[in-house]
């Protein structure tokens, strides 16, 4: 199964911004969830947002105006677009697919 590769984390200072990308060339990536998932240290993972094929969104309340996950099928690619980035967004973000989780991009919001 192909894997899913994540990129575009780093250090960024509060208030800062990032974009992450998931390259998902699985052949059912038009009609698959797709989610973001992060885990901060010593902690769960948890999904922080996800989009359907048709590209209906979700968030957990804490990203909520904050983050944007959006999807291009043709390319099969999924990004998640964080604004306003606090220090408890720090961790490492996944992306997920029908097949399973990538390897992860490290996300730390620290001044």
């Known amino acids: 199964q192909a894997q899913l590769v994540e990129s575009g984390g780093g250090l960024v200072q509060p208030g800062g911004s990032l974009r992450l990308s998931c390259a998902a060339p699985?052949?059912?990536?038009?009609?698959?969830?797709m989610g973001w998932y992060r885990q901060a240290p010593g902690q769960q993972r948890e999904l922080v947002a996800s989009i359907t094929s048709d590209g209906n969104t979700s968030y957990v309340e804490s990203v909520k105006g904050r983050f944007t996950i959006s999807r291009d099928n043709a390319r099969k690619m999924v990004w998640l677009q964080m604004i306003n980035l606090k220090s408890e967004d720090t961790g490492v973000y996944y992306c997920?697919?029908?097949?399973?989780w990538g390897q992860g991009t490290q996300v730390t919001v620290s001044s």
């Open positions: 997920v697919g029908p097949y399973g």
């Open positions: 699985i052949s059912i990536f038009s009609k698959s969830v």
